[in-house]
């Protein structure tokens, strides 16, 4: 599946970057170990970065100081709202705890694709499937800031390059690491591989339970959700994707 059409490519949040943009990108070509190139490589593209993140990436320690003071100051705000008392014992460190936990949660925000792949891109004659199942992820639901968990599996058929395979687990963790929707998250990680190796098909299967749905709303505790996205082969060949299917429940 190719992923470049009329200037225009599609990015992991679904949505198109128009060429033109040229302030809103950075192109960078990344020489891999085997010393081929990542070409045209859409590092802030591929990274989805929100507002304020490059801020977050770059700040001094004075900065960092800061933001922590202002999140723990929500957070009382939060306690006093819902009820609280912020001055008795057990809740009086909470809120800089809290914000020092929920910048741990969101630290997908500081990273990038290509300090992910920091040159981890090989040049090898394997044509068969690759894939790392299971991997544990730990995201917040976007809509509630509540948690969401479960497992990814990602697949892949090389096209002449393949790629080192802690780094699918460090790119499923990057995304995972911000506020998200399931169904985004997927794509994101099927269509940062696809652009990375360009191989001749990705598959990713994710299932996860939402504490939206338990804590919360309907309150069904054991309910799951699963979400996929195939691209390439995956996507236009029946057997291919039967295969992959078969491999990540065995």
């Not at 892949?156 to 998200?180: D, T, W």
């Not at 504490?211 to 195939?230: A, I, N």
Request: aromatic residues 6%; contains cysteine.
């Amino acid at each position: 599946m190719d992923f470049e059409t009329n200037n225009e490519s599609i990015l992991p949040n679904g949505k198109l970057s128009h060429s033109n943009h040229k302030n809103s990108m950075s192109k960078t070509r990344q020489e891999s170990r085997t010393g081929s190139l990542v070409d045209n490589l859409d590092i802030d593209g591929l990274s989805w970065p929100s507002i304020g993140t490059k801020q977050r990436l770059n700040e001094t320690v004075e900065q960092k100081q800061e933001r922590i003071r202002k999140l723990a100051s929500a957070v009382q705000t939060i306690f006093e709202c819902i009820g609280e008392d912020p001055t008795r014992e057990g809740l009086l460190r909470t809120p800089e705890r809290y914000a020092q936990a929920m910048l741990f949660f969101s630290k997908g925000y500081e990273e990038s694709i290509q300090d992910i792949i920091n040159g981890a891109i090989f040049e090898e004659d394997y044509d068969e499937m690759v894939i790392v199942k299971n991997i544990d992820v730990f995201s917040l639901c976007e809509h509630h800031m509540v948690p969401f968990t479960g497992k990814i599996s990602i697949g892949y058929i090389p096209n002449r390059r393949v790629l080192g395979l802690s780094k699918l687990a460090r790119i499923a963790e990057m995304f995972s690491r911000r506020l998200q929707v399931q169904e985004r998250l997927t794509k994101q990680i099927a269509v940062t591989l696809q652009e990375i190796l360009k191989p001749k098909g990705v598959a990713v299967v994710m299932e996860a339970s939402h504490l939206c749905m338990v804590m919360r709303g309907v309150e069904k505790p054991g309910s799951s959700t699963m979400t996929s996205t195939m691209l390439g082969c995956f996507r236009e060949q029946a057997k291919t994707r039967e295969e992959f299917l078969t491999l990540i429940r065995s």
